[in-house]
């Protein structure tokens, strides 16, 4: 597939792979969990199979993201379950707040999100490992740390935006 | 509470799947506002960034140790052992060459493994087990699968079956799976291979690979089709990894009426039996003389699938076996297991199933399988089943 594309499809793809990030996240706000990787994986395949019908004067990420709501879709609807889809006005917000953050910012590198994981302190660095790299349910974590399902919820989005700002910050001081 | 810390509590129960009706109506509301908006996408980035960082090495404590049995010792022996083992640690330090990069994690194994990452010094990952990449790549090894890792990114499989799950791979690069037959290229993909005495089979589940036999034209190999590349001669078709079935990719779900596939395999849900045992009941049906890839009940084998489920549910999964003129039921065995929410990967050995009706495990050696059965507890919505594999370990 890549040895049909020129090197201009380079540019793109390295684009694209270099927002890999913005995309899991993207991914993440629309699908329901257990399909995040499964859409990941179809978004991918589709980018390569489709990127020569790509209009060179378009919108790529935008492109791409209209790909990756059309695999959350399909996956849904084999699966039954297309009342998961965010309603139609909640998706254009979820839409538009990408692609802002798009149009005014370089893709997160991981080694800037590093830095901020490490100004958290253990444990909390500990809720995130469990939840992002082993994959453990918040029942699961709450047995682990002795607290509450709704606790560790609640913890882990306050450290998602404890990191959003760590990252806002840095991205001003540079 | 401000609207922005509600913002925050809104997008972690969205990332969580757990979100309902009137979160979602507030969440429209809030998301008019451009500067919520903007907190809102570097929430998003953060989520996906920490999904994408944790799937790096470096991030991975191991937390859990093996027992030792160092407690049932004499004190002065530990003590002894730990001072011959730190001066013959501090020799070998010193007498090492200076190669840092050898002890870089080539990859982390996931689902909680303690065992040592792979890296350039020790590259050697035995199955079973799951193994993420520096890039993000899964590995899926089944028991008794042997690979080495390099630190280029390729891997040589030296023996048994691993599932790669591949992610995008950068502009010029590939992920190589190699074994003594071929070279297995891939740019992004999902795909098994297998090392055996018959050579290596590669079978494609999504996208497409590159096989490229040793001394033997290189040939593409497309999604649900597969090829056996022997140790020496013509590479040929091999039987299609239908063992394995996609659930999702069969479209199977959608209506749950049988749905003859290429490969002979149906779906089917079994619309009686569901009514009549109050509980969903789906049925996949082979063709005789069984299901491809295991014609036979046999103690060795063993049903590999990949479900997940929503909540804590209960599921089953039974075999059947069948008569070979595919005429007469002969016996069911069943095993089932209760399912913590979240997406599973399962081996079970079929000598782990019990018999059901008054038949025993030895009386159904050698009968053709012709219909495996899901049964759960919890509804439709609750249970998705990704994938089926029922096969022989492959190092046998």
Known sequence: MADASGGGDDDLLRDFVARRADLLGYLRAIAPPDLVEDSFQEVFLVVHRRLADFRRDGDFLAWVRGIARNCVRQLLRRAGRLHCLPDGELQVLIDQAAAELEDETEPAGVDRLRRCLGRLTAPHRRIIELRYALDRPLAAIAREIGSTEGSVQVTLSRLRASLADCLGRGRSAA | MSDADELVLLHGRLVEGVLDDAGRDRLRVLLADAQLRRRFAMLLRVD??????????????????????????????????????????????????????????????????????????????????????????????????????????????????????????????????????????????????????????????????EVAPQGRPVQQVAAGAAVLVPPQGAVRPAPP????????????????????????????????????????????????????????????????????????????????????????????VQRQETLEPGRHRLVWPLRTFQAREGATLAAMQGMPIRKLIVVTWDGEAAVTVHRFALGRPVAE
């Open chain 2, 48 to 209: 996906g960034g920490l999904r994408e960082l944790h799937r790096m090495p470096v991030t991975v404590r191991r937390t859990r140790r093996r027992p030792t049995t160092r407690s049932r010792l004499p004190l002065w022996q530990p003590a002894l052992a730990a001072a011959v083992l730190a001066a013959l640690g501090l020799i070998v330090w010193l007498a090492r060459p200076v190669t840092p990069a050898s002890a870089a994690p080539l990859a982390v194994w996931l689902d909680g493994d303690a065992r040592p990452s792979p890296t350039a010094a020790a590259p050697q990952a035995v199955g079973p087990g799951h193994l993420r990449l520096s890039d993000g790549s899964r590995l899926e090894l089944d028991p008794g699968c042997t690979a080495s890792l390099a630190a280029d990114g390729g891997v040589r499989l030296a023996q048994g079956r691993l599932r790669a799950v591949v992610v995008p791979q950068d502009p010029g690069r590939r992920l190589v799976v190699r074994t003594e037959h071929a070279d297995v290229r891939v740019l992004g993909t999902i795909f098994d291979v297998a090392v055996g005495s018959a050579g290596t089979e590669v079978g494609v589940e999504r996208g497409r690979v």
């Open chain 2, 241 to 332: 990894p239908s063992w394995s079935i996609d659930l999702a990719d069969a479209g199977a779900r959608v209506g749950w009426v049988g749905k003859p596939r290429p490969d002979g395999l149906e779906l089917a849900f079994d619309a009686e039996v569901s009514a009549a045992y109050k509980v969903p009941t789906w049925n996949l049906l082979a063709p005789d003389p069984g299901v491809v890839g295991l014609a036979a009940f046999a103690d060795a084998g063993e049903l590999r699938w990949e479900v997940s489920v929503a909540r804590r549910t209960l599921v089953a999964i039974n075999v059947q076996m069948w008569g070979r003129d595919g005429g007469a039921w002969r016996g069911t």
